[in-house]
C-alpha cells in the first residue's frame, strides 16, 4: 500500500510556509538543496515512504523555493533560513525534529543545530554548503553553473540538465519528468526575481559555516558524501568531521551530489540505522 503524502501549509512570521508531509511518529524534517526549480518533495520523492512507518516525514520548501512565500533576503542565507526552520517547529508544534538537509539545506540544518540547538534532534547532512574546499577550486563548476543560471540567454531546459547533470555521478538517473517540473517552477516570475543563489541585486549573502563554533554542537550527526560531488566536493566534510564532536563521516562511492536520489535505498538504510541508534 502505498504511502499518502499530504500537501499543506502554515503561516508563520510573516511567512506562508509549503509543506509535504506524510506518517505519524517523532519528527523527520527533510530540507532541500538550492538549485534552480528545487523544492521539498522533488528532492526527497524517493526517500519519503522509506521513512513514514516510523516518523512523521516532513519536506519543507524554504522561503524562494516550491510553492513558499518568495521575497528578498537580505541577512545572512543560513541564519536566516535557520530561523524559518526553527519557527517552523514551533509552529507545528514539534518541540523538536531530526534535520536531514542536502547543500543549501544542509547548511541551514547546521546552522539551525547551532543557533538552536534545543530544537534539533539528530542531524544528517548530505554535501552542506558553507563549507571549505581543501584540494578542490572554488567556486566548484557547479556553484558556477547554479549561480549564473539565469544570466543570459536565460533558462533553457538545455541549461538546467547541464546544471542537473552536476548533482550527479550518472545523468541517466535525471528523468525528463524531474528536469521538467523543475524548469516549470524554476521559470515562475516571482521564483525568478528572488532565487536567493544567483548573481545579481537579490543574491543573499553566504557565509563560512565551517569557521563556527561546530566544536560546540552536542547534536549526534551523520555526514553523507558522494565522492564525486562537483558542487560541493568531498573533502568539505573531512573539516566538518573534525570539528564536530558527535560527527560520523560516509562517503558513497559512484555518487555526486544527490545522495539522497543517486544512493536512494543505501540512503534510506544507513539514515534510518542512525536515527535509531
Known amino acids: 500500500m502505498a504511502v499518502q503524502i499530504t500537501s499543506r501549509f502554515v503561516e508563520f512570521d510573516g511567512l506562508n510556509i509549503h509543506y509535504d508531509e506524510a506518517g505519524a511518529g517523532p519528527a523527520l524534517i527533510f530540507v532541500h538543496g538550492g538549485g534552480p526549480g528545487s523544492s521539498g518533495l522533488s528532492n526527497f520523492s524517493r526517500n519519503m515512504e522509506a521513512f513514514a512507518d516510523r516518523y512523521r516525514v516532513i519536506a519543507i520548501d524554504l522561503p524562494g ?110 528523468t525528463d519528468e524531474l528536469l521538467q517540473e523543475r524548469l516549470d517552477r524554476a521559470m515562475e516570475p516571482d521564483t525568478a526575481r528572488f532565487m536567493p543563489l544567483r548573481i545579481g541585486p537579490n543574491m543573499a549573502p553566504i557565509t563560512d559555516l565551517w569557521r563556527e563554533r561546530l566544536d560546540q554542537l552536542p547534536h549526534e ?39 539522497q536520489w543517486e544512493k536512494a535505498d543505501e540512503f534510506n538504510r544507513t539514515v534510518a540505522a542512525f536515527l535509531e541508534g
Open 221 to 259: 550527526t551523520l555526514i553523507l558524501w558522494g565522492r564525486e560531488d562537483r558542487v560541493n566536493p568531498m573533502d568539505q566534510g573531512l573539516i566538518l568531521m573534525r570539528q564536530i564532536p558527535n560527527a560520523r563521516f560516509l562517503v558513497m562511492p559512484k555518487c555526486g551530489h544527490w545522495v
Open 65 to 174: 523555493y516550491g510553492q513558499s512565500t518568495k521575497l528578498k533576503i537580505s541577512e545572512p542565507l543560513w541564519g536566516y533560513y535557520a530561523k524559518v526552520l526553527a519557527g517552523f517547529i514551533d509552529a507545528l508544534g514539534l518541540g523538536k525534529a531530526h534535520l536531514v538537509g542536502n547543500s543549501l539545506g544542509g547548511a541551514s540544518c547546521l546552522k539551525t543545530a547551532l543557533d538552536f540547538p534545543a530544537k534539533v534532534d539528530r542531524l544528517v547532512l548530505m554535501g552542506p554548503g558553507g563549507g571549505y574546499s581543501l584540494f578542490e577550486k572554488q567556486p566548484s563548476d557547479g556553484i558556477r553553473a547554479l549561480v549564473t543560471f539565469y544570466l543570459p540567454p536565460g533558462p533553457s531546459i538545455e541549461r538546467l540538465k547541464g546544471f542537473a547533470e552536476y548533482l550527479v555521478h550518472d545523468p541517466a538517473s535525471l
